[in-house]
């Protein structure tokens, strides 16, 4: 049944990039906080950087509770589920880091992802594995993969990148989270 790895080989690497959809799971420090579990999608937003991390596209939205929870702990879990084929859940549990925009390291890592990056990219986060596992997934339903949603990209590839951070600025949990946590840092510098 579930075993634990010490990288991320050929076959983990090779399930994960198959996956159309993945969960990051997140926390603050105080008990009394919420903790947030995101779905992730867009074909391409994530990848494998080597054999201990991992790394995805954070698209503008109306919250940001997993920048926060990652600039106070650093504490992540990200999900990936086989909805067709054997079945199969790996996880990664590690550390994550959001590289944003005014990091020197952005366009290198932003360049990784190719056509993925798109509008209102605010940051890059990398998962620093410390463990990896996977378990058997057999009550993981078999569900048909259609096609992406492209509505996000869509909306907005239509507005400049001034647009989009006019539109950080407005919404109440960018900035900060529902907690309190200091999340995306605002004002968000241009590409």
């Given at each position: 049944?579930?075993?634990?790895?010490?990288?991320?080989?050929?076959?983990?690497?090779?399930?994960?990039?198959?996956?159309?959809?993945?969960?990051?799971?997140?926390?603050p420090l105080s008990a009394d906080g919420h903790l947030n579990l995101s779905p992730k999608g867009r074909k391409g937003t994530w990848r494998v950087l080597d054999?201990?991390?991992?790394?995805?596209?954070?698209?503008?939205?109306?919250?940001?509770?997993?920048?926060?929870?990652?600039?106070?702990?650093?504490?992540?879990?990200?999900?990936?589920?086989?909805?067709?084929?054997?079945?199969?859940?790996?996880?990664?549990?590690?550390?994550?880091?959001?590289?944003?925009?005014?990091?020197?390291?952005?366009?290198?890592?932003?360049?990784?992802?190719?056509?993925?990056?798109?509008?209102?990219?605010?940051?890059?986060?990398?998962?620093?594995?410390?463990?990896?596992?996977?378990?058997?997934?057999?009550?993981?339903?078999?569900?048909?993969?259609?096609?992406?949603?492209?509505?996000?990209?869509?909306?907005?590839?239509?507005?400049?990148?001034?647009?989009?951070?006019?539109?950080?600025?407005?919404?109440?949990?960018?900035?900060?989270?529902?907690?309190?946590?200091?999340?995306?840092?605002?004002?968000?510098?241009?590409?």
């Open positions: 049944m579930g075993k634990t790895y010490e990288r991320i080989d050929g076959r983990l690497r090779e399930f994960i990039e198959a996956q159309p959809v993945f969960f990051t799971a997140s926390a054999d201990r991390r991992v790394a995805y596209l954070d698209f503008g939205g109306s919250h940001a509770e997993t920048i926060a929870h990652l600039r106070e702990n650093g504490r992540i879990t990200l999900m990936w589920c086989a909805f067709d084929g054997p079945p199969n859940i790996v996880r990664v549990h590690g550390t994550g880091e959001p590289v944003f925009r005014d990091d020197p390291r952005f366009a290198e890592l932003a360049a990784g992802f190719g056509d993925a990056d798109g509008p209102a990219l605010r940051a890059i986060v990398v998962v620093t594995a410390k463990l990896i596992s996977d378990t058997c997934g057999f009550a993981v339903p078999f569900m048909d993969y259609r096609g992406e949603r492209t509505l996000h990209e869509d909306y907005f590839a239509r507005r400049s990148d001034d647009e989009f951070a006019a539109y950080c600025d407005n919404k109440e949990h960018v900035a900060v989270s529902l907690d309190g946590l200091p999340a995306l840092p605002l004002p968000l510098p241009p590409r």
